[in-house]
């Protein structure tokens, strides 16, 4: 710095010489000092400031390459000066001579020029220079006139905005003028000049700067004009005029925020950070300690809560599910009033530029913050998780300490859409910082940093991995590293001096819990932040038209919050604005929406059962007054009492960390209120309520059995069935109870299953909609559904105990709507989809389409045209569905299930000894003890001979089993594998016992099994209901043997495309010499002789047919094989054919000959049957 200074001062020959010398008698440091009136004719920083304007060339040059030294010896003159000649108390615009001031402002735009024209070519160097001039115009705002720096500020800017409309890498000047703009508002008086009010003065600053106190006073003391309270909250000329740095950072951050092209998400953090320092600079303020004052400063930011609420869309998505963002409006995706000049990720258009500058804007240009383009073509997410918390952290500082009635009064100006946008927030903002726990954050931390190791050992494995220059260059710069004896150092920085501090995940146990506390404070300041915002709300709109859908909108952020992890203190809060909410807007739950009922009832519940006593008794409080409530408006409480049920099978059907028992002394807190309740005991409230208890702890009951099963997905989801079975009178609560079940399958990857309980729940809907209304496009109940599946008819409401749709409180949820059918069928496709079941999910489309085809909804018609597509497209791959096996449970362990058979449905290609594993470890565990035995066999099992202290299991694979005229419909794959009632396995046996023998006594047992529904069902087994036995004598055994031959022959005859290899291994095995004695000892065994028996004629006949059609088919085989082969193979070839000749030579005489007794008549004629006396329909013995 030294050389180069002196270097710029022996080029000048300007202001260098002895006079100015340390010592002389020109010197502006020197110690004798002037009276107080006399002012030295020059001083240094006014040279310095000419000099550096009139400078060129290499002088020049190295001047801005020192900018921050120059700049720094320019400031500390200028404050020098002040003191010595007693001027700080002197008014600002007099403190400096004209000319200087006109150098300064000159050197500005000169230097800003530079900025503009080398930040392309020398990045590094017009970093420094912008951050130079930064700082200097941070410390003029000490010195000098203020509105002679904010007229450079707008100088610098007015140069980059230029620049902005021709630059190739405008992201980069964006950058650079942020952080000038970040380094300005650093200011400590920042506040003050931004002129917060007129009639507030804050206390002293505690480390007063150069005039300070006249800083204060000046702004504090400054009238401001009236003004709308809606341009209070927009970035308006007036505005950015009155409030000129915050008005740049605002601004800034708008033009960041907007969606408008690549390139700019690393400005986002940088903006969103310069607002985040800035609050927080402000609540750690003293100065701003007063709530009265620190209202006015948060004055100064109203304008972000616009901004945010604009940003809405591209937040990242805090939420656990898709579904639940931005469900508090459904048209928040459209267009409002006007439109902004459009704003690109390249260019900056001339307005904004003029806004940014503070000149006024073009005629006809809008300032509502309200008046973007159309949302909707936005693409949500685009700012990171980080981003969206911070900013979504400084909308609640402002929310918490702007003035309540400025933001009442700003509330009621704005629109159903605008509020909807500002509850969309809120819930956002409970789902964002909502406390997830100290494991929670550990188990991330933990991941994190696990993550980043592999990822520098994948980096470092990928470098080392190769032989050759590249690996011989690392290990060279191993050997020249002084860290050379630590392996791997180049990339484990954790053990070299540039270690980074955000890599530092091994925390002590007393900073993991100090950040689990500051994690828990933020998330319960958040929610109360929330709550209030809310109750402001409530009070603003509750004289206006837009009360109900308002309402209803700030009833689902706190049923939002409440189903988030909250603190005691929290819930508190909260359960007393719910039951004023529901005080005040009873219409909303007992007359409007039944969803917002339900959802409450279950916020509740889940709450009744916390392991806290303070919440259960705010949660009981609730529920009571919930009932109490809504009999009072009917003199029954049916509503609440059907939502209330169905959220309990809800919560025990889903959630995994319910407590029984302590619901049920919620249970007994409530019926404790309304016995003691004295306005309601002569009424039938009392009795209402004791029955509504009794079937809650009927479903409490049925929790502790599911619980005892929750390792045992069968049971688990048997008993499940059975609740939902007795159910079928009470259409809302065996809906709930199929969708637990949907869930329940989904979670195991029963997609097939899950669909089915979809399906069941949509003819359930379907099935009262159609009691209700009779329209043409939808289904007309649960036939419409057949093609479905067969077993939807038990669906049906046509019994007489069937409770009316008319009652209240019965089908008034969601589901039971045009649109809940349409959600259901839905998601029942997807999930068809998921199990590889193509060809229903045609089926479910039948009943969609005319649903929108009479809506007129084109778009969903054309996503379902396209979901359809890609299903056809699927049906040609190969699929494998679902194995299925017969188990029979025999012991008096099993309690129910003894003697009870079942055909489980398995996953594709599970063999027998899996499920057979799985059942004898899972039942083993469960009795604890060794005397689970699983039987080998699939013989009939005698109970007389088992042990009766033991628990046996018989596990038999099974084939669908189709008649003879089932399989004329039942064509392909998918046919023969859906809508399965029939299952059979074969027994092998013989007379005395054994299981094989020799082809005269080999017999073989059929086993048909009828299942009471037909599978894929709601449940993965399924009760056999009928059992059919089959004996096949030998001869049968033999004729199913050579028919199976035949169809294999014939397959891979057939085959398309042909496979040589595959015919060649059928042949083999049919007519080569080593398996000729197969098809030959059959025939020599049962056609060598006539049958004794005359009803085995008729089997003798049919297997002389069948190896007539078997040596048929073999030269078919021969025939496609000799199509087939290369020349290598004519041998082969030849061998197999001289192999048939020899096999068919053997069979003629025995499938040939004319065995008289075949030709009998065994039936005698008739004089009714003349058409049997005519001799073409006889053989008649010769």
């Given at each position: 710095?030294?050389?180069?200074?002196?270097?710029?001062?022996?080029?000048?020959?300007?202001?260098?010489?002895?006079?100015?010398?340390?010592?002389?008698?020109?010197?502006?440091?020197?110690?004798?000092?002037?009276?107080?009136?006399?002012?030295?004719?020059?001083?240094?920083?006014?040279?310095?400031?000419?000099?550096?304007?009139?400078?060129?060339?290499?002088?020049?040059?190295?001047?801005?390459?020192?900018?921050?030294?120059?700049?720094?010896?320019?400031?500390?003159?200028?404050?020098?000066?002040?003191?010595?000649?007693?001027?700080?108390?002197?008014?600002?615009?007099?403190?400096?001579?004209?000319?200087?001031?006109?150098?300064?402002?000159?050197?500005?735009?000169?230097?800003?020029?530079?900025?503009?024209?080398?930040?392309?070519?020398?990045?590094?160097?017009?970093?420094?220079?912008?951050?130079?001039?930064?700082?200097?115009?941070?410390?003029?705002?000490?010195?000098?006139?203020?509105?002679?720096?904010?007229?450079?500020?707008?100088?610098?800017?007015?140069?980059?905005?230029?620049?902005?409309?021709?630059?190739?890498?405008?992201?980069?000047?964006?950058?650079?003028?942020?952080?000038?703009?970040?380094?300005?508002?650093?200011?400590?008086?920042?506040?003050?000049?931004?002129?917060?009010?007129?009639?507030?003065?804050?206390?002293?600053?505690?480390?007063?700067?150069?005039?300070?106190?006249?800083?204060?006073?000046?702004?504090?003391?400054?009238?401001?004009?009236?003004?709308?309270?809606?341009?209070?909250?927009?970035?308006?000329?007036?505005?950015?005029?009155?409030?000129?740095?915050?008005?740049?950072?605002?601004?800034?951050?708008?033009?960041?925020?907007?969606?408008?092209?690549?390139?700019?998400?690393?400005?986002?953090?940088?903006?969103?950070?310069?607002?985040?320092?800035?609050?927080?600079?402000?609540?750690?303020?003293?100065?701003?300690?007063?709530?009265?004052?620190?209202?006015?400063?948060?004055?100064?930011?109203?304008?972000?809560?616009?901004?945010?609420?604009?940003?809405?869309?591209?937040?990242?998505?805090?939420?656990?599910?898709?579904?639940?963002?931005?469900?508090?409006?459904?048209?928040?995706?459209?267009?409002?009033?006007?439109?902004?000049?459009?704003?690109?990720?390249?260019?900056?258009?001339?307005?904004?530029?003029?806004?940014?500058?503070?000149?006024?804007?073009?005629?006809?240009?809008?300032?509502?913050?309200?008046?973007?383009?159309?949302?909707?073509?936005?693409?949500?997410?685009?700012?990171?998780?980080?981003?969206?918390?911070?900013?979504?952290?400084?909308?609640?500082?402002?929310?918490?300490?702007?003035?309540?009635?400025?933001?009442?009064?700003?509330?009621?100006?704005?629109?159903?859409?605008?509020?909807?946008?500002?509850?969309?927030?809120?819930?956002?903002?409970?789902?964002?910082?909502?406390?997830?726990?100290?494991?929670?954050?550990?188990?991330?931390?933990?991941?994190?940093?696990?993550?980043?190791?592999?990822?520098?050992?994948?980096?470092?494995?990928?470098?080392?991995?190769?032989?050759?220059?590249?690996?011989?260059?690392?290990?060279?710069?191993?050997?020249?590293?002084?860290?050379?004896?630590?392996?791997?150092?180049?990339?484990?920085?954790?053990?070299?001096?540039?270690?980074?501090?955000?890599?530092?995940?091994?925390?002590?146990?007393?900073?993991?819990?100090?950040?689990?506390?500051?994690?828990?404070?933020?998330?319960?300041?958040?929610?109360?932040?929330?709550?209030?915002?809310?109750?402001?709300?409530?009070?603003?709109?509750?004289?206006?038209?837009?009360?109900?859908?308002?309402?209803?909108?700030?009833?689902?952020?706190?049923?939002?919050?409440?189903?988030?992890?909250?603190s005691v203190l929290v819930l508190q809060h909260y359960f007393s604005a719910q039951r004023t909410l529901v005080c005040k807007?009873?219409?909303?739950?007992?007359?409007?929406?039944?969803?917002?009922?339900?959802?409450?009832?279950?916020?509740?519940?889940?709450?009744?059962?916390?392991?806290?006593?303070?919440?259960?008794?705010?949660?009981?409080?609730?529920?009571?007054?919930?009932?109490?409530?809504?009999?009072?408006?009917?003199?029954?409480?049916?509503?609440?009492?059907?939502?209330?049920?169905?959220?309990?099978?809800?919560?025990?059907?889903?959630?995994?960390?319910?407590?029984?028992?302590?619901?049920?002394?919620?249970?007994?807190?409530?019926?404790?209120?309304?016995?003691?309740?004295?306005?309601?005991?002569?009424?039938?409230?009392?009795?209402?309520?004791?029955?509504?208890?009794?079937?809650?702890?009927?479903?409490?009951?049925?929790?502790?059995?599911?619980?005892?099963?929750?390792?045992?997905?069968?049971?688990?989801?048997?008993?499940?069935?059975?609740?939902?079975?007795?159910?079928?009178?009470?259409?809302?609560?065996?809906?709930?109870?199929?969708?637990?079940?949907?869930?329940?399958?989904?979670?195991?990857?029963?997609?097939?299953?899950?669909?089915?309980?979809?399906?069941?729940?949509?003819?359930?809907?379907?099935?009262?909609?159609?009691?209700?209304?009779?329209?043409?496009?939808?289904?007309?109940?649960?036939?419409?559904?057949?093609?479905?599946?067969?077993?939807?008819?038990?669906?049906?409401?046509?019994?007489?105990?069937?409770?009316?749709?008319?009652?209240?409180?019965?089908?008034?949820?969601?589901?039971?709507?045009?649109?809940?059918?349409?959600?259901?069928?839905?998601?029942?496709?997807?999930?068809?989809?998921?199990?590889?079941?193509?060809?229903?999910?045609?089926?479910?489309?039948?009943i969609l389409i005319p649903i929108h085809e009479a809506n007129r909804d084109f778009k969903k018609l054309g996503a379902v045209?396209?979901?359809?597509?890609?299903?056809?497209?699927?049906?040609?791959?190969?699929?494998?569905?679902?194995?299925?096996?017969?188990?029979?449970?025999?012991?008096?362990?099993?309690?129910?299930?003894?003697?009870?058979?079942?055909?489980?449905?398995?996953?594709?290609?599970?063999?027998?000894?899996?499920?057979?594993?799985?059942?004898?470890?899972?039942?083993?565990?469960?009795?604890?003890?060794?005397?689970?035995?699983?039987?080998?066999?699939?013989?009939?099992?005698?109970?007389?001979?088992?042990?009766?202290?033991?628990?046996?299991?018989?596990?038999?694979?099974?084939?669908?089993?189709?008649?003879?005229?089932?399989?004329?419909?039942?064509?392909?794959?998918?046919?023969?594998?859906?809508?399965?009632?029939?299952?059979?396995?074969?027994?092998?046996?013989?007379?005395?016992?054994?299981?094989?023998?020799?082809?005269?006594?080999?017999?073989?047992?059929?086993?048909?099994?009828?299942?009471?529904?037909?599978?894929?069902?709601?449940?993965?087994?399924?009760?056999?209901?009928?059992?059919?036995?089959?004996?096949?004598?030998?001869?049968?055994?033999?004729?199913?043997?050579?028919?199976?031959?035949?169809?294999?022959?014939?397959?891979?005859?057939?085959?398309?495309?042909?496979?040589?290899?595959?015919?060649?291994?059928?042949?083999?095995?049919?007519?080569?010499?080593?398996?000729?004695?197969?098809?030959?000892?059959?025939?020599?065994?049962?056609?060598?002789?006539?049958?004794?028996?005359?009803?085995?004629?008729?089997?003798?006949?049919?297997?002389?047919?069948?190896?007539?059609?078997?040596?048929?088919?073999?030269?078919?085989?021969?025939?496609?094989?000799?199509?087939?082969?290369?020349?290598?193979?004519?041998?082969?070839?030849?061998?197999?054919?001289?192999?048939?000749?020899?096999?068919?030579?053997?069979?003629?005489?025995?499938?040939?000959?004319?065995?008289?007794?075949?030709?009998?008549?065994?039936?005698?004629?008739?004089?009714?049957?003349?058409?049997?006396?005519?001799?073409?329909?006889?053989?008649?013995?010769?």
């Amino acid at each position: 710095v030294t050389a180069c200074l002196l270097q710029g001062i022996d080029r000048s020959h300007s202001w260098v010489n002895s006079a100015y010398a340390p010592g002389g008698p020109r010197a502006v440091l020197r110690r004798n000092y002037p009276s107080s009136g006399a002012e030295p004719r020059q001083v240094l920083h006014e040279e310095l400031a000419l000099q550096w304007v009139v400078s060129t060339s290499s002088v020049r040059e190295a001047a801005l390459h020192q900018a921050w030294f120059f700049f720094q010896l320019m400031v500390k003159s200028m404050a020098h000066h002040l003191y010595l000649f007693d001027k700080l108390d002197t008014s600002r615009k007099t403190r400096f001579p004209d000319r200087f001031v006109d150098d300064i402002a000159a050197l500005v735009c000169t230097i800003s020029a530079d900025i503009t024209g080398r930040y392309q070519k020398d990045m590094e160097l017009t970093e420094r220079l912008n951050t130079s001039l930064a700082f200097f115009l941070n410390d003029l705002l000490s010195l000098i006139d203020r509105g002679f720096v904010f007229a450079l500020i707008r100088t610098y800017y007015k140069q980059i905005n230029h620049k902005l409309q021709t630059a190739q890498n405008p992201n980069a000047l964006i950058a650079l003028r942020m952080d000038l703009t970040r380094i300005v508002c650093s200011h400590e008086h920042y506040v003050t000049l931004n002129l917060p009010c007129s009639t507030l003065s804050p206390p002293a600053s505690p480390s007063p700067s150069v005039s300070s106190a006249t800083s204060q006073s000046s702004a504090f003391s400054s009238h401001l004009q009236d003004q709308r309270i809606s341009n209070m909250f927009e970035l308006s000329v007036p505005f950015r005029h009155q409030h000129f740095l915050t008005g740049l950072v605002l601004t800034e951050l708008a033009l960041i925020l907007e969606p408008d092209g690549e390139g700019v998400f690393f400005l986002h953090k940088k903006a969103i950070s310069t607002l985040q320092n800035l609050l927080c600079s402000h609540d750690m303020d003293t100065r701003y300690a007063d709530p009265m004052v620190k209202a006015h400063v948060a004055q100064l930011y109203l304008p972000l809560i616009s901004i945010v609420m604009d940003t809405a869309p591209q937040l990242y998505d805090f939420t656990e599910t898709p579904t639940q963002r931005s469900r508090l409006t459904s048209s928040i995706l459209c267009d409002e009033v006007g439109e902004l000049d459009n704003l690109t990720g390249s260019t900056i258009s001339q307005s904004v530029a003029m806004a940014i500058a503070g000149s006024p804007l073009p005629h006809g240009y809008k300032t509502s913050s309200f008046q973007l383009p159309a949302t909707a073509s936005r693409q949500p997410g685009t700012l990171s998780a980080e981003c969206s918390r911070i900013l979504l952290l400084c909308l609640l500082w402002v929310l918490k300490n702007a003035d309540e009635e400025v933001l009442e009064k700003w509330f009621s100006d704005l629109s159903t859409l605008q509020i909807g946008r500002l509850l969309d927030l809120m819930d956002l903002c409970v789902s964002c910082f909502e406390y997830k726990g100290q494991k929670t954050s550990e188990q991330i931390n933990s991941l994190t940093f696990k993550k980043s190791l592999d990822m520098k050992a994948r980096l470092e494995e990928a470098i080392l991995g190769t032989t050759g220059a590249r690996q011989e260059m690392v290990r060279r710069c191993r050997e020249r590293s002084p860290y050379s004896t630590q392996e791997n150092v180049r990339w484990r920085k954790n053990i070299t001096h540039w270690r980074q501090n955000s890599d530092k995940v091994d925390k002590s146990k007393v900073e993991r819990e100090l950040e689990a506390l500051v994690e828990g404070n933020l998330a319960a300041e958040a929610s109360l932040v929330v709550l209030d915002t809310l109750e402001i709300i409530v009070e603003t709109v509750m004289v206006s038209e837009m009360k109900e859908s308002v309402v209803g909108g700030v009833l689902r952020v706190m049923l939002h919050s409440l189903a988030c992890n909250q603190s005691v203190l929290v819930l508190q809060h909260y359960f007393s604005a719910q039951r004023t909410l529901v005080c005040k807007f009873p219409e909303i739950l007992f007359e409007e929406d039944t969803e917002l009922c339900g959802d409450l009832c279950l916020r509740l519940l889940r709450h009744c059962s916390s392991s806290m006593s303070s919440v259960r008794t705010h949660a009981s409080a609730s529920l009571y007054l919930l009932m109490r409530q809504n009999f009072e408006i009917g003199n029954n409480f049916a509503r609440v009492k059907m939502q209330v049920t169905m959220s309990l099978s809800s919560l025990v059907g889903t959630s995994q960390n319910f407590n029984e028992e302590y619901l049920r002394r919620s249970l007994k807190t409530i019926l404790t209120y309304a016995e003691e309740d004295l306005e309601l005991r002569d009424t039938t409230f009392p009795e209402q309520v004791q029955d509504l208890v009794f079937n809650l702890h009927m479903i409490l009951t049925d929790t502790v059995k599911m619980k005892e099963h929750q390792e045992d997905p069968e049971m688990l989801i048997d008993l499940m069935y059975r609740i939902a079975k007795g159910y079928q009178n009470s259409p809302d609560l065996r809906l709930t109870w199929l969708q637990n079940m949907a869930g329940k399958h989904s979670e195991r990857g029963n997609y097939a299953e899950a669909a089915q309980c979809l399906v069941h729940a949509a003819a359930l809907v379907a099935e009262y909609l159609n009691m209700l209304e009779d329209c043409r496009y939808l289904p007309i109940g649960c036939v419409s559904f057949q093609s479905i599946s067969v077993n939807v008819l038990e669906e049906s409401a046509v019994s007489d105990d069937i409770i009316s749709p008319d009652e209240e409180g019965v089908c008034s949820g969601k589901y039971f709507t045009e649109a809940g059918l349409v959600g259901l069928l839905e998601q029942a496709a997807a999930s068809f989809t998921m199990g590889g079941l193509f060809e229903v999910v045609n089926e479910v489309y039948k009943i969609l389409i005319p649903i929108h085809e009479a809506n007129r909804d084109f778009k969903k018609l054309g996503a379902v045209h396209g979901k359809l597509q890609d299903a056809f497209n699927k049906i040609t791959n190969q699929r494998m569905f679902g194995t299925y096996f017969r188990v029979g449970f025999y012991g008096c362990k099993f309690g129910d299930l003894d003697e009870q058979e079942f055909v489980y449905k398995e996953p594709s290609i599970t063999k027998l000894a899996e499920i057979s594993h799985r059942l004898e470890e899972f039942y083993s565990e469960r009795f604890r003890d060794e005397t689970v035995e699983i039987i080998k066999d699939s013989n009939p099992v005698d109970k007389a001979k088992l042990d009766p202290n033991k628990a046996y299991i018989q596990i038999t694979y099974v084939e669908p089993f189709f008649d003879t005229y089932e399989l004329k419909d039942r064509i392909t794959y998918f046919d023969k594998n859906y809508n399965l009632r029939a299952f059979m396995f074969c027994t092998p046996f013989t007379l005395d016992g054994r299981a094989h023998g020799d082809l005269q006594e080999q017999y073989k047992r059929k086993t048909i099994l009828t299942t009471s529904h037909a599978f894929p069902y709601i449940k993965t087994r399924i009760n056999v209901m009928q059992k059919e036995e089959i004996i096949l004598l030998p001869i049968e055994v033999a004729i199913e043997d050579m028919q199976k031959k035949t169809q294999e022959l014939a397959f891979a005859t057939h085959q398309d495309p042909a496979d040589a290899k595959m015919l060649q291994m059928v042949l083999q095995g049919c007519v080569g010499t080593t398996v000729n004695q197969g098809p030959l000892e059959v025939a020599q065994v049962f056609l060598a002789e006539i049958p004794d028996d005359p009803k085995l004629y008729r089997h003798h006949n049919k297997l002389r047919l069948c190896f007539r059609d078997f040596n048929k088919r073999c030269e078919d085989a021969l025939r496609k094989n000799k199509s087939l082969i290369g020349p290598d193979q004519r041998e082969y070839h030849r061998e197999l054919e001289r192999n048939f000749h020899r096999l068919k030579e053997a069979l003629n005489p025995l499938i040939n000959r004319k065995i008289p007794q075949l030709y009998t008549l065994v039936i005698p004629p008739t004089s009714h049957r003349n058409s049997l006396n005519r001799s073409s329909l006889r053989k008649m013995n010769g």
